[in-house]
């Protein structure tokens, strides 16, 4: 790890800029203030045959979305030992589980019996067992079938050939990946050590998880990820919530960003962002900073001054996407002011996201699919986008040399 925990604070709300890592803290003494900040002069191409088509995603959809690490949940939605829960937004039967020692596992969501589904909705709940609805089959938490009723009837059955069927999986820094093909290399090399680091020191692995909702949508997946690597919208498509004309949250210019493999950080300096409060070690620094982490390929991770938000963006097809949207806050509301203060924020992102960013995924979806034009094109204020391509045309040509 290139990097140490230590000077981690504890407070209710917020941290102060010495409880980031060393690397959190070079990206916010390279803000700039917001008069000197100047977008770079840029003019990106993207084909929309990347967005509409069909073969386009099917080589996504096996080079990356089923060879490579992918976020499934973060880790507060299985926050104790003995948990477990169903995730369907990939499109497969997943089962995520904590075991009694606090270990993560993923499996297949089916049965080793007939294949019937273990667990048919998405609550997570506490197990010491997981028991197939439909005979009653018993599995451990870390996939051993452990019981089998009326054993005797099965000639020569050994229940140690029918464990659940297990899938690579990882926890790093409050997430959990897993790679969704139960043939894959365990390989989580591309999970950097960086973004582990930053997210142990921003508390991401002992948030809590306040609330969460799917959305629906119909449009491409990189065209939902598009607003989270580029500030150019904020004051225009947020003109009314959180832009000049709302609550005037983020100023108009290009964040700093940093690569860290194929993961891209912006770290930015919000409405109220001058160097000068950089000198107060008390402050909260996520009052002034958003820090915005792009996760190769599909999650996005955006800090708030009392909240941070996880998305997950998974692709249906070429045409469709779901979103598990989290919101995630230090610790448990156990206040009225904290229940209202967690509340309200948590309705007005899901009203800024639904309603302003996904729904402009969708319309620009629909305007591509109608032929208006050729190609997309990307200026400055949106640079790490076409640098998210290169990324994924990288993994995209390499898996067919291999």
Not at 18 to 36: E, F, V, Y
Not at 129 to 136: G, M
Not at 329 to 340: F, L, S, V, Y
Request: charged share 20%.
């Amino acid at each position: 790890m290139p990097d140490s925990q230590e000077n981690t604070v504890s407070r209710r709300y917020g941290i102060p800029l010495s409880a980031l890592s060393t690397s959190q803290i070079d990206a916010i003494r390279r803000i700039p203030r917001h008069q000197d900040a100047r977008p770079p002069s840029l003019l990106e191409r993207r084909s929309v045959e990347i967005f509409l088509s069909d073969e386009y995603w099917k080589l996504e959809k096996a080079r990356i979305f089923r060879a490579k690490p992918v976020v499934v949940a973060p880790s507060a939605l299985l926050p104790e030992p003995g948990m477990v829960v169903a995730q369907d937004g990939y499109g497969i039967p997943l089962l995520i589980t904590r075991d009694k020692a606090g270990k993560i596992h993923l499996f297949l969501n089916a049965c080793t019996h007939k294949g019937a589904a273990l667990v048919d909705d998405c609550a997570a709940r506490k197990w010491s067992t997981i028991s197939c609805p439909y005979h009653a089959w018993a599995f451990g938490l870390d996939g051993r079938l452990i019981g089998v009723p009326r054993a005797e009837s099965y000639a020569n059955f050994d229940k140690t050939t029918r464990p659940l069927t297990r899938l690579p999986s990882q926890e790093s820094g409050g997430l959990i990946w897993g790679i969704l093909d139960p043939h894959a290399e365990a390989d989580f090399s591309i999970v950097d050590d960086q973004i582990a680091v930053d997210f142990q020191h921003l508390g991401l692995p002992n948030w809590h998880l306040y609330g969460q909702r799917r959305f629906n949508l119909d449009a491409n997946w990189k065209l939902v990820m598009e607003p989270f690597l580029e500030g150019y919208h904020v004051q225009r498509l947020h003109v009314n919530s959180i832009g000049p004309q709302g609550m005037d949250m983020f100023a108009d210019v290009v964040g700093v960003a940093d690569r860290f493999g194929l993961h891209t950080r912006q770290t930015s300096g919000r409405g109220n962002y001058k160097p000068e409060v950089l000198d107060d070690p008390q402050i909260n620094i996520r009052n002034f900073v958003t820090h915005a982490y792009n996760l190769f390929p599909n999650t996005v991770v955006i800090t708030s001054p009392y909240y941070t938000s996880v998305m997950i963006i998974m692709p249906v097809d070429a045409a469709h996407t779901r979103v598990d949207y989290y919101m995630l806050t230090e610790t448990a509301p156990d206040n009225p002011k904290a229940e209202e203060l967690y509340a309200r924020s948590f309705t007005i992102i899901q009203d800024v996201f639904g309603n302003e960013d996904f729904k402009a995924s969708e319309l620009c979806h629909r305007g591509l699919a109608s032929g208006a034009v050729p190609d997309v094109i990307y200026c400055g204020m949106e640079a790490a986008i076409p640098q998210f391509y290169e990324g994924i045309e990288g993994v995209l040509r390499a898996e067919s040399q291999s």
